[in-house]
């Protein structure tokens, strides 16, 4: 598959209409008035990543985030992790998906908890950035990576945007031994659209890109915990069917096959 086919793929296993609506049924939020919201009461369905809003602060303590950063999350997901940052940190953020329904709903979900001033959405994708050299002090990218095959460019676009002094943050689910992995899994339905790197390429591909200080907090960052049953999670925003995902996950990693990354990389 070339690039735009690998995208439209991507972008149609993530999307899916009526979104807001669900999320909010399942939390039992329909009637609440926009800025009437906590960003936490949102945690349960808007983190699209293992380890949850657990995992989100071990990023943003890893890459340094604080007050008035500016920040790009590349591949934002519904956004919870750049209502996160805003709600928690005061940044501006610029945040950009390639699942239009996602950005629709990341918005929709920033008004409900009153941060759509500080963060702005955008649909487009990690490997053609519109923003200007230098622009940003961190940039963010949470379990995008499995489902982008040319991370050659993906990470020269994350160095340019960034200003010298910058952190790149990534997780990642790596690929650390061979050996059958069962899908399907959170990111992909079948391997036509997995791209999980092994450590060592990844973080390799990070240097070539100019990076310096590339570093795999991989302690910080454990494989999913089993979800607990009955209780709204991230399945109305990736399908019905992420229990039977995540399990496949959580098998492959204790099983030394696929390995959660947290990784940290500077732009000098
Ligand atoms: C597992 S979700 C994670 C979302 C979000 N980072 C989070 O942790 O909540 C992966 C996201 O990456 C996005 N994505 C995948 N490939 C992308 C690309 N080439 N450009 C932009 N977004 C991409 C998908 O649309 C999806 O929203």
Not at 27 to 38: E, F, K
Not at 128 to 135: A, F, I, N, V, W
Not at 226 to 242: I, Q, T, W
Request: with cysteine.
């Amino acid at each position: 598959m070339d690039r735009s086919d690998i995208e439209r793929a991507v972008a149609s296993h993530y999307g899916r209409g009526g979104l807001t609506d669900n999320i909010l049924k399942s939390l039992g939020l329909q009637d609440a008035a926009p800025g009437s919201v906590p960003i936490e009461a949102l945690f349960p369905v808007d983190q699209l990543h293992h380890g949850g809003v657990g995992l989100t602060e071990k990023m943003a303590a890893a890459s340094g985030v604080r007050a008035g950063v500016k920040v790009l999350d590349a591949g934002s997901g519904i956004g919870g992790s750049a209502r996160f940052l805003a709600g928690r940190f005061d940044c501006d953020i610029d945040a950009m998906d390639l699942s239009e329904d996602y950005v629709q709903t990341a918005n929709d979900l920033d008004m409900l908890v009153g941060l759509s001033e500080k963060i702005s959405h955008r649909a487009g994708s990690v490997l053609d950035l519109p923003y200007e050299g230098g622009s940003f002090d961190v940039v963010w990218c949470q379990n995008v990576t499995m489902n982008v095959a040319d991370k050659k460019t993906m990470f020269s676009e994350a160095f340019r945007v960034l200003r010298s002094g910058g952190v790149y943050v990534l997780t990642h689910i790596g690929r650390k031994s061979d050996g059958a992995i069962d899908y399907p899994l959170p990111w992909a339905i079948t391997e036509a659209t997995s791209f999980v790197t092994s450590p060592s390429d990844f973080t390799q591909a990070l240097s070539d890109a100019g990076f310096t200080d590339v570093r795999d907090h991989a302690k910080d960052a454990p494989p999913p915990p089993p979800a607990s049953k009955g209780e709204p999670d991230d399945s109305v925003a990736m399908g019905a069917d992420m229990s039977l995902r995540r399990d496949n996950m959580r098998r492959s990693v204790a099983a030394g096959r696929l390995v959660p990354m947290l990784v940290t990389a500077v732009k000098p």
